[in-house]
């Protein structure tokens, strides 16, 4: 598709299990973004990849969260021994490497019990 | 990054213009002010972006100040779909840049039919 891909949609876990959320960003995009929202919150940045360069994890809130970024485009988030508080919707973003207008995926909603 | 500020909701009635304001007042004069908006359960959705002039595209217009301490978001027509959180940042638009996009608290629309 043209858009930014996430997977999966939607994700139930059990805390302390780990999880991988997957993100297809845009062909040619050098830029990927990893938000993530809280119900009712707003977007807190997690992780910010720009082409070559080491990635900005400044907004990780914590080590048991990682992120890598493939052959410069497919990302993947990990989040290890998972927490209640960790129960948010997961956004990806992608952009072209000037630009300030990100192209939003629909999101991957997880779920902690 | 400028820091910006919004009110935290807004009305508007169906059919009318929708004005959204939102200060930037120690913007740098290299700080692009972009827009997004996030319709309920959706991924936020590029609006439009500006730095010194008047912006128009076929979803909004952007009003910036002589002084581009604050800006204004126009929506000519609002329609009961354009109901959403509208997100006014402040960002460097550079090549290779490693800002990511900060996303403050927004201004929630209602448009009310």
């Known amino acids: 598709g043209a858009g930014v891909s996430q997977s999966p949609s939607n994700k139930v876990t059990e805390k302390g299990k780990d999880v991988e959320l997957r993100c297809d960003p845009i062909s040619g995009h050098t830029a990927l973004y990893w938000y993530r929202q809280s119900l009712g919150q707003g977007l807190e940045f997690l992780i910010y990849f720009q082409g070559n360069s080491a990635p900005d994890k400044s907004g990780l809130p914590s080590d048991r969260f990682s992120a890598e970024r493939t052959g410069g485009s497919v990302s993947t988030l990990t989040i290890q021994r998972t927490q209640q508080e960790d129960s948010a919707v997961y956004l990806c973003?992608?952009?072209?490497?000037?630009?300030?207008?990100?192209?939003f995926g629909e999101g991957s909603r997880l779920t902690v019990l | 990054d400028a820091k910006t500020t919004q009110p935290p909701s807004m009305d508007c009635a169906e059919g009318r213009a929708a004005n959204l304001p939102c200060n930037h007042s120690t913007i740098s004069g290299n700080e692009y002010v972009y827009w997004y908006r996030q319709i309920h359960s959706q991924g936020p959705q590029y609006i439009i972006h500006?730095?010194?002039n008047n912006e128009t595209n076929e979803m909004a217009s952007l009003i910036i100040t002589e002084d581009r301490k604050s800006s204004t978001l126009i929506l000519p027509h609002a329609t009961l779909r354009d109901t959403a959180v509208y997100y006014c940042?402040?960002?460097?638009?550079?090549?290779?840049?490693?800002?990511?996009?900060?996303f403050g608290s927004g201004t929630r629309l209602q448009v009310q039919p």
């Open positions: 500006g730095l010194k």
């Open positions: 973003a992608s952009s072209l490497e000037r630009a300030g207008e990100l192209f």
């Open positions: 940042i402040v960002r460097v638009q550079d090549r290779g840049g490693r800002r990511a996009l900060t």
